[in-house]
């Protein structure tokens, strides 16, 4: 029987359609796969499904009736719940509070919201704890909360925009488990992802978006990850090489027992030490809020250390403000590009000048040269495939891979001679993943260093020369790219590992010549180990690296899409 149905469903924006003739159909007790790549019309079509927005054309039928959303309360009362990347939860409220917060007419506020939580928890393997404050919960534990927010609603479908975006591997398979519980149940998953691996692992069905309108379905045991990329970007996707190491012997960045503190004296970087050389990347690996953050705000100067020194370039930067860093050849890739990376309201060439007024071409003397900025915006456009009408329209305008792209592009183009990169590709698509990917190898090609922090663990071991991991505030750890598995590095994550860390099986097979990295030059590789039933094979485009597979069968595809403009609707959101 059918969960949902979308027919024909169109949606046009002002010089833009971002949807047309779609069709989706999900299939109850199934987790129906959505894949395509930024601005593809992903996350307008869940908020038509989801009353946030009305198509302009089209049906939507919910267990095989006809209805018409006018908000996001109507959806919910037909069964339909959406988990969304950026939980939305209150920090200083209790799960249970959490849960019935807009909701105190279904069980009130008390014990029976109490007892239904705890039955919801137990009939689906969820483990939350009404009385536990969200702010002592785990990046996995809030997902789970937001799962049963939904389901408390009496959700029978269920929309997951990127779930795994922040889980290490053991925690992907724990959520893998709760959806075939969910399935078990009868219930139905939308789920969308860039992690074509997992989504292959854990989907029954796969429908692909490309240019705003369906382009074809996949079944997951007929399909590999490279067909999947391959249908998504309308061609194939480029062959790998292997590249020579270009790590040199001089120190760029050196950083010595650094230490910083909340303002109640919680450590939150207890005595950091690394170097990065010219020509490296040293990779990062952790769950999130364990110290990342802030370590790059203490690196740009967002922050100052409480103790120890950062040296760059033989000069002691410790005490400088983030504009001299910049100046001096610090650039900056943010993790959150709306926050720090972004003004969303204003033109991309106003973008452009942001975090480097002082420099060229944004400068002239003391004047701004408005002139220079909007003709080298035009070129970061073409250079870096920014894909939009013009450089005058707003960033919020783009998808979130264009905004993605927009920021390489511009910190890129100073030339930097370090890089903070704090997950640069999160929540893009394969495309937009493989061109950061291809920029970031160039410049430490010339000699650019590198210090990248992610999410994804493929990302981490793809790219890295150099890997450690950081919990609770301290260097745990430390891994060779070539040999470490992104099981034995998860670990190493949840405090489970430290010191040296090496995969039993990859330490016996035979050293890699000298001279020689394992760092590709393209994004395609094994499957994502965040999938927990999927073996390793040469085939995903989900890590940087490895021999290319055939082309995608002829079963696969479907007519061409027509190349309508893309969507402004941010598919990272």
């Not at 650094?258 to 990065?276: C, E, Q, V, Y």
């Amino acid at each position: 029987m059918t969960a949902v149905e979308l027919a024909g469903i169109t949606k046009r924006f002002p010089g833009v359609v971002a949807n047309h003739d779609i069709h989706l159909t999900v299939r109850k007790g199934t987790v129906h796969a959505l894949v395509g790549e930024n601005g593809a019309g992903k996350s307008t079509l869940m908020k038509i499904l989801y009353g946030m927005q009305k198509p302009d054309e089209g049906t939507i039928a919910v267990d095989g009736e006809k209805v018409a959303f006018s908000s996001p309360a109507d959806a919910i009362v037909r069964g339909i719940g959406m988990v969304h990347q950026h939980f939305m939860l209150a920090d200083n409220l209790t799960v249970l509070e959490n849960v019935v917060l807009g909701s105190e007419k279904l069980y009130g506020i008390g014990a029976r919201a109490r007892r239904k939580i705890k039955e919801i928890s137990e009939r689906y393997g969820l483990g939350v704890r009404p009385d536990v404050l969200v702010e002592e919960l785990g990046v996995a534990a809030r997902q789970r909360v937001e799962i049963l927010k939904v389901l408390y609603r009496g959700a029978r479908t269920l929309i997951l925009d990127e779930p795994t975006a922040v889980l290490v591997p053991q925690e992907v398979d724990a959520l893998f488990d709760n959806l075939r519980e969910l399935k078990a149940e009868g219930l139905s998953v939308i789920f969308i992802s860039h992690k074509l691996g997992e989504v292959l692992s854990v989907a029954d069905e796969i429908t692909v978006i490309r240019r705003g309108t369906t382009v074809g379905t996949a079944v997951p045991a007929e399909t590999t990850p490279r067909q999947l990329a391959e249908l998504m970007v309308g061609s194939e996707l480029p062959t790998p090489e292997t590249a020579e190491s270009t790590v040199t012997d001089r120190a760029v960045l050196t950083v010595d027992t650094l230490r910083l503190a909340a303002p109640g004296g919680k450590a939150l970087l207890n005595d950091i030490s690394f170097t990065i050389h010219a020509g490296e990347i040293l990779g990062i690996a952790g769950v999130e809020g364990n110290g990342q953050t802030e370590l790059v705000d203490a690196l740009i100067g967002l922050r100052q250390a409480d103790s120890g020194s950062i040296r760059f370039l033989d000069q002691d930067i410790t005490a400088l403000p983030t504009r001299k860093r910049r100046e001096q050849g610090v650039g900056y890739i943010p993790e959150d590009r709306h926050r720090h990376g972004l003004l969303l309201e204003a033109p991309l060439w106003e973008n452009r000048i942001l975090g480097h007024v002082t420099e060229k071409p944004n400068s002239k003397g003391v004047w701004l040269d408005l002139k220079s900025a909007q003709q080298d915006t035009r070129r970061i456009v073409e250079t870096y495939d920014v894909r939009t009408p013009g450089i005058d329209v707003t960033a919020a305008s783009l998808s979130g891979g264009n905004q993605q792209k927009l920021i390489v592009g511009r910190e890129m183009s100073h030339k930097p001679r370090f890089l903070i990169a704090a997950h640069p590709t999160r929540g893009v698509d394969v495309g937009a993943q493989a061109a950061i990917w291809d920029h970031i190898r160039e410049a430490r090609r010339e000699g650019l260093a590198v210090l990248l922090i992610s999410a994804d663990l493929d990302e981490l071991i793809g790219l890295s020369d150099t890997l450690r991991v950081i919990y609770d505030g301290k260097l745990v750890a430390d891994a060779d790219p070539a040999t470490i598995t992104p099981e034995a590095l998860g670990s190493a994550m949840t405090g489970a590992a430290s010191g040296h860390l090496e995969d039993e099986e990859t330490a016996k097979a035979p050293a890699a010549p000298a001279g020689v990295s394992k760092s590709p030059e393209s994004p395609e590789s094994s499957e994502s180990p965040e999938s927990p039933e999927s073996p390793e094979s040469p085939e995903s485009p989900q890590s940087p690296g490895t021999p290319r597979p055939t082309k995608p069968t002829e079963s696969l595809k479907s007519p061409e899409a027509p190349e309508s403009p893309e969507s402004p609707e941010d598919e990272a959101r």
